[in-house]
């Protein structure tokens, strides 16, 4: 099992960057992709961004791609997400998420793919 803790969140203005942090405990973090998923009010959740279990594999939602980048290291058992030319519409509860996937190269984008989530953490982005 995985404990992920969010941190990082926090009001920003349209145009800022902020950078999430997700921080794992528990045993094989690095044979974890990671995933890290957003949901606004009255929303239904959605993916931003996914990593395999080495960083060498990576994807991202089209809304984001080319503003957020999903790293991770896993000798910190942390993931990241650095979102740069944030926009109002980024305005959400961002969640990261593992899925047990040692060697794998594939991409895990749906919440039902993912085992283990974090709490949350809130971004405001303001006009």
């Known amino acids: 099992q995985v404990q992920l803790v969010e941190s990082g969140g926090g009001l920003v203005q349209a145009g800022g960057s902020l950078r999430l942090s997700c921080a794992a405990s528990?045993?094989?973090?690095?044979?974890?992709?990671m995933g890290w998923f957003r949901q606004a009010p009255g929303k239904e959740r959605e993916f931003v961004a996914t990593i395999n279990w080495s960083g060498g594999n990576t994807y991202s939602a089209d809304s984001v791609k080319g503003r957020f980048t999903i790293s991770r290291d896993n000798a910190k058992n942390t993931v990241y997400l650095q979102m740069n030319s944030l926009k109002p519409e980024d305005t959400a509860v961002y969640y990261c998420a593992a899925v047990w996937a040692p060697f794998s190269g594939s991409y895990y984008y749906t919440a039902d793919d993912y085992d283990y989530w974090g709490q949350g953490t809130q971004v405001t982005v303001s006009s």
């Open positions: 528990g045993r094989g973090f690095s044979s974890y992709a």
